[in-house]
């Protein structure tokens, strides 16, 4: 499974931006997919997670309402909509794949694959 990240940038604080990440594998529709982030010195940490069964969806407390995570199967893509950015928001952005089970987990050692990351960097 190959992850592609795109739609990083450089936006001003209160802005929006939309990243997405496209996954190869025929069987996409049955992955659990994560979006987490690291900034400079930071852990990598959770942003948000979204299942294929039923897409429910789990968010970290620090984007809550601010931040939407929706997939396409028919695209074999992931998205995450950012919006009311702030400077905080600042970080490498990765998705990430979990192929097996349903379970949507938070933490980075329960998925299987990784994109190469994009930067968002939100300016104050």
């Known amino acids: 499974v190959q992850l592609q990240a795109s739609g990083g940038g450089l936006v001003q604080a209160g802005g929006s931006l939309r990243l997405s990440c496209v996954a190869s594998?025929?069987?996409?529709?049955?992955?659990?997919m994560g979006w987490f982030r690291q900034a400079p010195g930071k852990e990598r940490e959770f942003v948000g997670g979204i299942s294929w069964s039923e897409y429910s969806t789990v968010y970290a407390d620090s984007v809550k309402g601010r931040f939407t995570i929706s997939r396409d199967n028919a695209r074999n893509t992931v998205y995450l909509q950012m919006n009311s950015l702030k400077a905080e928001d600042t970080a490498v952005y990765y998705c990430?794949?979990?192929?097996?089970?349903?379970?949507?987990?938070?933490?980075?050692?329960?998925?299987?694959?990784w994109g190469q990351g994009t930067q968002v960097t939100v300016s104050s």
């Open positions: 990430a794949a979990r192929t097996s089970g349903s379970y949507l987990y938070t933490t980075r050692d329960k998925y299987d694959y």
């Open positions: 594998g025929r069987t996409f529709s049955m992955y659990v």
